[in-house]
């Protein structure tokens, strides 16, 4: 039994990191191409997680997916980088976003220019890596003579960007080397990411080919479909109340927004659940029986994407990780 295709696995903030670790383990085994640690909540960090995976690891390409550009300097995104690039034999992937205004507002950042603060971080931290001294002014980065005091193993890491909206999936086309989409979104969505991307690609004078297309994608396996769908419904709810970005791109009318967030306010997530019929749960998420899952993932091949990245939901890591195998 192995796994047919490029796909991933990644946690948001969850379980420990022991745990973390063993389910990496885990992937490796049953060939996984990559792990990914998110940061977006105030949970566990990116970089601690992904380096204790990194050295319990031989094969797994190991990354953030993705840490924001307000709470680092791009001097220290980029030290971190090359320091478990070093740790994992040239493993690491770069994954950086604009982050969400939600999470960053209570620690007092303002959600300004986040598109040219993710340009400019971009730019910055691979003049770094590459091993050149920084002199950089720009709207959001100022950096004066700066060089890393060490070598890093590659000169050049990946970097992907974890971005949702047209114009920031423009921007993927035209500096990043690949995307991991949101998750929470649809495959109509990605056919349209994957248009602007072309269209990004072109300003820059390169092909589509040379930009990776991965998705976050919201995972809860269950032999029981009803089981692994009510699993997410509170999530969706979540999702569809607090982030209007990724709201936005589900194209789903504006009154069902506004009767989900006030769901929501008025009774918590379980009251928002309630709102998230089947069809919505099999737009937005992957879950229900392994060969559902095994469906809805290659409907997200079908319409663009490289390398499905999995978020586990759920009590079983293991049924997530095996969900995708095929005989």
Known sequence: MSVTGRIGVAFLGEPGVPEMVRA??????????????????FARDGFVPAAAIAAATERVKVSTGVVNVFTRSPVLLATSYATLDELSGGRAVFGIGPGSPLVLGPQGHAFEKPL???KEYVEVSRRLISGEEVHYEGECVSVRGVALEFSPLRSSI????GVTGP???????????GVLMNGFTSCAYVRRSVEKIRAGCERAGRGIDEVD???????????????????VRPLIAMYLSRFPNIARETGYGEDYLVRVREKVSEGGLTAGAALISDEIVDDLAVAGTPERVRE???EYREAGIHCPVLF???PD????????LEA
């Open 158 to 161: 990946p970097v992907y960007m």
């Open 24 to 41: 990496a383990r885990r992937a490796e085994d049953l060939g996984y191409e990559s792990v990914w640690v998110a940061e977006t909540r």
């Open 296 to 298: 809805r993932i290659a």
């Open 312 to 314: 586990a939901v759920g």
């Open 167 to 177: 114009r920031a999936m423009g921007l993927v086309g035209e500096i990043s080397d």
């Open 317 to 324: 890591l293991d049924a997530t990780l095996e969900a995708p």
């Open 213 to 231: 297309l991965a998705i976050g994608l919201v995972t809860s396996v269950d032999e029981r479909g009803d089981v692994a769908r009510d699993r």
């Open 116 to 118: 040219t603060r993710l």
